[in-house]
């Protein structure tokens, strides 16, 4: 018997296709999710300078992320107060003033409407101040990641990152200076719900020895199916948050083609020198390969010894552009860094033979969960329900063995509070009536 349900039943662990496609879930999402939430805008070592500047997405806008003549950063809508127009049309650059392509007004790093055409024109009324580009209204870094949030009222990001952080560090902060993102951002459009791919990240260590099987023979994988017998808890082990936030830990591999001796030496040698802001349990993770996820859409993958960074950005309730970047240490010799930047973009960016098999999952995926009759019948993610340990240690958050879809189901747990809105009535409730 086919029933509509509710759209995430967190007890029972469903969740219901229709959250991927509905336009009015999308619409109430970009309310309650992405305007509410700490959303990843770029990395510090990208806007080093006075007036360099980054394009970001907050949940669908185009943002920008400019560092400013006062060297503060600040992030706008990349949109013209005149009359919309985008006024970066590039990834990444350095410059005191962007002027706008369609009638010519111009803004300052600050913000500031900085020239206007005609200006005589405009009468006495007219006042630049009121001009300025729409700022977001909260900026704040952790670990060199940068993120905006569009409510000012917002807890702050260390308490939206909450548990997380504790992990965040093994990766952003295994070395004093912490990671470096090379230039280039890849991006790729897929007719997918971004939840699909926020969902895998927040924990789906299962379908790793299904889904790139293909990777084995390749010699990519050194033994997918390890994940499968239990592995031992001290390396390979999920992590779900109540935030939201997910974390994978799996025991260090490297690709093929990796010079294994001096890669060693190196990773050895960043291991002894790891940070004293670092506790002896996070200093031994710093060498585990690591799948993060920031609730709602950020991720990285620290893995087969290359390191980047994705979002997944909201396009539309079944349209979602992925951006990856690659990173490394920041203070790594130069052969580690661009051997972290090939490995990444090999196996973890658009084109990289893993993520190709990601992006043709989520496309069945999405295929499937659109069927007329497909799409009352909630989605199952019961692995791990009833048999999940509890492990206590200083690693915070809920641990298990994987695979486990905890850090799956979390994710959606925690959308589902915020769809919910805090409001009389909740909206998921009404929704599915
Ligand atoms: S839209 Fe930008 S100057 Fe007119
Ligand atoms: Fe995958």
Known sequence: MLS???FVDVERRTVSPRVFYEPEVYERERAL????SWLYLGHESEIEEKNSYVSADMGGDPVILWRGPD?????????CTHRGVKICRVDRGKSKVLTCPYHGWSFNSAGELAGVPARERYGPTFNPQEWGLLEVPRVEAYAGLVFGNMNPEAESLVDFLGD???????????TAKGRVVFPGVQKITLDVNWKLASEQFGGDSLHVSTAHRSCKPLGMLGDPNKFHKGAPLQYDFNVSTDQGHGWASLSPDVAPGTPVEQFDAYEAEVYRNAPDCLTPRQKELTLTGAVGFVFPNFAFISFLGGFGLRLFVPKGPQKTEVWFWSAADAEAPDWRKELSRQLNIRSFTAGGVVDADDNEMWLQAQKGLTGYFRRNKPFNYQ???GIEGVYEDERPGRLDNIPIESGVIGFHRRWHQLMEGGGDRPYLAEAAE
């Open 383 to 385: 692995l791990g329900l």
């Open 164 to 174: 997380i952080r504790w992990y965040l560090d093994t990766q952003f902060k295994r």
């Open 33 to 36: 999710i992405f305007a509410r």
């Open 71 to 79: 060297g503060k950063a600040r992030a706008f809508l990349n949109t």
């Open 4 to 6: 509509d349900g509710p």
